[in-house]
Each structure stands twice: as structure tokens, then as C-alpha cells.
């Protein structure tokens, strides 16, 4: 990678990615053969080594803001301001070892402002692609709006953030999964899959308290999303909850969560479910 420029950063790169996967059935799957070529052909993803040189291209603005009670807690940490672009394209060569030739590439790009004192928000989106045998598959996209808004008489803040996902022509079997600790705090872990993803969060955080080497705070969150085959047959699912956050520098840096969630439908309506982990739930 060799980076240049003062107002404006550009990054230029290449590098070369061997991958090798190999799927198979377990010696002991339970099924007659029918049932295992369908299992093949419907949930493994496809038996291939690549071998591909790429090559890569980026520019952003080297502006910072520097924010607290975001992703590190009671740390601080820097977030980018301004435009933020990369791209890269890589093919896949036989005479290199792939088992296929094809082209593979992604773009992304993100602009981030400033809002008050110590705020920001911030657009995204991506998009990846795979051009073989003259057709573009395994196609994925994403989107997401992501606002922070500046500590309120140093109470603390709301973080909100809205993310849609896509897949198209998908070969390998891969799809998305939304519950638990990835979206819906209030359902179970991968209750809602499929290939269209859509997620809504927001928080109301306090500010990080101290007493001897702890912080703590609290929240108060509501999640609305959910995933499925189609933008048709998706439907939102919402939870609410309250949560206890926990750090000890001296220990990890690693913020330790703890939440109490509630959907408001499905089965499980109303029932108490705990999540505990480590980092911002987002």
C-alpha cells in the first residue's frame, strides 16, 4: 500500500489472495443419497480454490473528530470526517492455480460531517460483485445512515443507526441472519434469515459514571428490523429493553454490555431475555 497527498489522502495498493474451500458432509449425515446432493446443492457453499492478484484505490480527507461514550466507552476515540472512498478489482487466474477465471470487485463509499460540539453523522454504502462466465453473481449491497448526536448538558446522547443489506444471484448458499446480539436484542440468534436484511437501532446512552478504576452507565434502547427472501415478504419485528454498560481500563479496553430485552411481538412477546457481551451492541 503506498499512501500520498496532504488535503486530500490517496491510497494505491496490490496484493495477491490465495483461497481454497472445500466443503463436504459429515462421515455420519443422516440421509439417503437424494437428501445429500440436495443438501449440497442448497446449503454448501461452492467447492473452489482462487487464486487472485488485485489491485486497490482509496481516498479520504484526514479530518478527525474526537468522541467519547461511542464504540470505546469512556475512551477516547477518533472518528473521520468528510468523504471516504475505496475500491478494488482482483481476477481470479488459472494458470495461477484458480479453479476458475473470473473478476471480482467492490466499491464503497461514506461521508461523515460534524454535528455540534461533539457529534457526527454519517452515509454509507457498498456494493461487491462477481463477473464469471460472462454474468454478474453473488451480488451483495449495503447501506446504512449511522447519527450521533452531542452530548446533552452532559447527560450523555443518542446514537441511532438504520442499515439495509442485499444479496442477488447468490451461488454459495449465503444469506443474512438478524436476532440477538446482531439486531433484535429481544429475539433469539439468527431467528430471521434470508436474502434482504433491514435493521433499525437507537439508544439512549448516559454518560460514563466513575467510581475507583469502574465506569458504568446505562441505557435505554429500541431495535426494529428483520430479514427475508424478499423486500415482499419482510416484515419488522421491535423489541425494547434497558441495559448496563462497564468498563475497567486497567484491565481491557473491551466495553462489557449487559442488556434486558422485551419484544413487543411475536411468540415470545413480553418475555424478559438477557444479553451479555463484550463492545457496543453498534
Known amino acids: 500500500m503506498r499512501q500520498f497527498g496532504d488535503r486530500v489522502k490517496h491510497r494505491i495498493g496490490g496484493g495477491y489472495a490465495v483461497e481454497s474451500q472445500r466443503p463436504d458432509l459429515a462421515d455420519d449425515f443422516v440421509g439417503d443419497v437424494d437428501l445429500a446432493a440436495a443438501f449440497r446443492r442448497d446449503v454448501l457453499p461452492r467447492s473452489e480454490r482462487t487464486s487472485l492478484p488485485f489491485v486497490s484505490y482509496g481516498l479520504f480527507l484526514p479530518r478527525y473528530r474526537t468522541l467519547r461514550n461511542v464504540s470505546t466507552y469512556d475512551l477516547a476515540e477518533d472518528s473521520q470526517l468528510g468523504v471516504d472512498v475505496d475500491a478494488s478489482v482482483g481476477a481470479g487466474l488459472g494458470f495461477l492455480g484458480s479453479d476458475n477465471t473470473f473478476l471480482r470487485g467492490s466499491m464503497s463509499a461514506a461521508y461523515a460531517r460534524a454535528v455540534g460540539q461533539d457529534g457526527v453523522a454519517r452515509l454509507a454504502a457498498s456494493v461487491a460483485s462477481r463477473l464469471d462466465g460472462g454474468e454478474l453473481i453473488d451480488n451483495v449491497a449495503a447501506a446504512e445512515l449511522r447519527f450521533i448526536s452531542p452530548t446533552v448538558l452532559r447527560l450523555g446522547r443518542l446514537v441511532a443507526e438504520l442499515r439495509a443489506f442485499t444479496r442477488w444471484r447468490e451461488t454459495q448458499n449465503r444469506f443474512f441472519t438478524i436476532g ?79 442488556d434486558f430485552a422485551f419484544p413487543l411481538d411475536g411468540p415470545g412477546r413480553g418475555r424478559l431475555r438477557f444479553i451479555a457481551g463484550f463492545r457496543s451492541e453498534f
Do not use: C
Open 180 to 258: 440477538s446480539d446482531n439486531g433484535l436484542r429481544g429475539f433469539s440468534i439468527g431467528e430471521f434469515t434470508g436474502q434482504r436484511k433491514v435493521v433499525a437501532q437507537l439508544e439512549a446512552r448516559s454518560r460514563p459514571w466513575r467510581l475507583a478504576f469502574f465506569r458504568f452507565g446505562g441505557v435505554v434502547f429500541y431495535d426494529v428490523g428483520g430479514a427475508a427472501q424478499s423486500l415482499g415478504d419482510l416484515s419488522l419485528h421491535h423489541d425494547v429493553g434497558l441495559g448496563l454498560r462497564l468498563l475497567i481500563p486497567q484491565l481491557s479496553r473491551e466495553l462489557m454490555r449487559f
